[in-house]
Protein backbone atom coordinates (compact mmCIF):
# COMPACT_ATOMS: atom_id res chain seq x y z
CA UNK A 1 0.00 0.00 0.00
CA UNK A 2 1.45 3.54 -0.75
CA UNK A 3 2.10 5.59 2.41
CA UNK A 4 -0.45 8.27 1.52
CA UNK A 5 -3.28 5.54 1.58
CA UNK A 6 -1.91 3.66 4.62
CA UNK A 7 -1.94 7.09 6.23
CA UNK A 8 -5.56 7.95 5.05
CA UNK A 9 -6.73 4.42 6.09
CA UNK A 10 -5.31 4.61 9.81
CA UNK A 11 -6.76 8.21 9.99
CA UNK A 12 -10.21 7.08 9.51
CA UNK A 13 -10.22 4.01 11.50
CA UNK A 14 -8.31 6.16 14.44
CA UNK A 15 -10.67 8.72 13.80
CA UNK A 16 -14.12 6.83 13.71
CA UNK A 17 -13.00 4.60 16.89
CA UNK A 18 -12.42 8.15 18.76
CA UNK A 19 -15.68 9.43 18.00
CA UNK A 20 -17.14 6.12 18.79
CA UNK A 21 -15.18 6.47 22.54
CA UNK A 22 -15.95 10.17 22.63
CA UNK A 23 -20.08 9.40 22.13
CA UNK A 24 -20.68 6.69 24.14
CA UNK A 25 -18.35 8.31 26.82
CA UNK A 26 -21.03 11.32 27.08
CA UNK A 27 -23.93 8.63 26.80
CA UNK A 28 -22.23 7.12 30.16
CA UNK A 29 -21.88 10.17 31.75
CA UNK A 30 -25.20 11.59 31.14
CA UNK A 31 -27.36 8.21 31.89
CA UNK A 32 -25.25 5.91 33.53
CA UNK A 33 -23.85 7.87 36.89
CA UNK A 34 -27.58 7.99 37.87
CA UNK A 35 -28.00 4.33 37.54
CA UNK A 36 -28.53 2.12 40.94
CA UNK A 37 -25.55 0.35 41.44
CA UNK A 38 -25.14 -3.15 39.84
CA UNK A 39 -23.21 -5.03 37.42
CA UNK A 40 -25.17 -3.10 34.94
CA UNK A 41 -24.35 0.26 35.59
CA UNK A 42 -20.61 -0.98 35.61
CA UNK A 43 -20.72 -2.22 32.75
CA UNK A 44 -22.45 0.87 31.19
CA UNK A 45 -19.78 2.86 32.79
CA UNK A 46 -17.15 0.71 32.08
CA UNK A 47 -18.47 0.87 27.94
CA UNK A 48 -15.99 3.62 26.74
CA UNK A 49 -13.45 0.85 26.42
CA UNK A 50 -15.35 -0.25 23.15
CA UNK A 51 -13.56 2.69 21.55
CA UNK A 52 -10.26 2.62 23.17
CA UNK A 53 -9.82 -1.14 21.94
CA UNK A 54 -11.18 -0.14 18.24
CA UNK A 55 -8.48 2.70 18.61
CA UNK A 56 -6.11 -0.06 19.84
CA UNK A 57 -6.93 -2.36 16.73
CA UNK A 58 -6.31 0.30 14.53
CA UNK A 59 -2.97 1.04 16.14
CA UNK A 60 -1.79 -2.03 15.50
CA UNK A 61 -3.56 -3.04 11.95
CA UNK A 62 -1.25 0.61 11.64
CA UNK A 63 2.27 -0.85 12.86
CA UNK A 64 1.59 -3.82 10.42
CA UNK A 65 1.15 -2.06 7.45
CA UNK A 66 3.85 0.38 7.94
CA UNK A 67 7.44 -0.40 6.52
CA UNK A 68 10.23 -1.60 8.39
CA UNK A 69 11.92 1.65 9.17
CA UNK A 70 9.06 3.22 10.19
CA UNK A 71 7.87 0.29 12.59
CA UNK A 72 10.86 0.34 14.52
CA UNK A 73 10.81 4.03 14.66
CA UNK A 74 7.06 4.27 16.04
CA UNK A 75 7.84 1.42 18.10
CA UNK A 76 11.32 3.33 19.71
CA UNK A 77 8.87 6.66 20.02
CA UNK A 78 6.55 4.34 22.30
CA UNK A 79 9.05 2.26 24.28
CA UNK A 80 10.32 5.61 25.21
CA UNK A 81 7.23 7.13 25.82
CA UNK A 82 6.49 3.91 27.98
CA UNK A 83 9.88 4.39 29.81
CA UNK A 84 9.03 8.23 30.66
CA UNK A 85 5.57 7.64 32.18
CA UNK A 86 7.08 4.43 34.29
CA UNK A 87 9.94 6.77 35.74
CA UNK A 88 7.36 9.40 36.35
CA UNK A 89 4.64 7.68 37.72
CA UNK A 90 7.04 5.61 40.27
CA UNK A 91 8.64 9.17 40.95
CA UNK A 92 5.29 10.35 41.71
CA UNK A 93 4.25 7.20 44.05
CA UNK A 94 7.11 8.60 46.31
CA UNK A 95 5.43 11.51 46.37
CA UNK A 96 2.18 10.75 47.04
CA UNK A 97 3.95 8.99 50.56
CA UNK A 98 5.43 12.39 51.06
CA UNK A 99 1.97 14.13 51.15
CA UNK A 100 1.40 14.86 47.79
CA UNK A 101 -2.76 14.35 46.51
CA UNK A 102 -3.10 10.95 44.97
CA UNK A 103 -3.59 10.97 41.11
CA UNK A 104 -6.16 9.57 39.09
CA UNK A 105 -4.99 6.90 36.72
CA UNK A 106 -6.25 8.26 34.09
CA UNK A 107 -3.10 10.95 34.51
CA UNK A 108 -0.73 7.97 33.38
CA UNK A 109 -2.03 8.39 29.94
CA UNK A 110 -1.98 11.32 29.24
CA UNK A 111 1.80 11.22 30.39
CA UNK A 112 1.75 8.26 27.98
CA UNK A 113 -0.24 9.86 25.48
CA UNK A 114 1.97 13.32 25.55
CA UNK A 115 5.29 11.77 25.64
CA UNK A 116 4.71 9.72 22.96
CA UNK A 117 3.57 12.78 20.68
CA UNK A 118 6.41 14.87 21.77
CA UNK A 119 9.08 11.94 21.54
CA UNK A 120 7.80 11.34 18.05
CA UNK A 121 8.08 15.19 17.01
CA UNK A 122 11.41 15.61 18.14
CA UNK A 123 13.11 12.78 16.54
CA UNK A 124 11.06 13.08 13.52
CA UNK A 125 12.56 17.08 13.79
CA UNK A 126 16.18 15.34 14.20
CA UNK A 127 16.46 13.13 11.94
CA UNK A 128 15.47 16.01 9.44
Do not use: C
Not at 16 to 36: D, F
Request: proline share 2%; charged share 15%; no cysteine.
Amino acid sequence: MHEKTIARVYHRELLGSLVLYAVILVATIKYGRGMPEGIVRTLVLASPMIGFFLATWAIARHLKRMDEYLRQFTLENIAIAAAVTMGLSFTYGFMETAGYPLLSMFHVWMVMGATWGITGFVRAWMNR
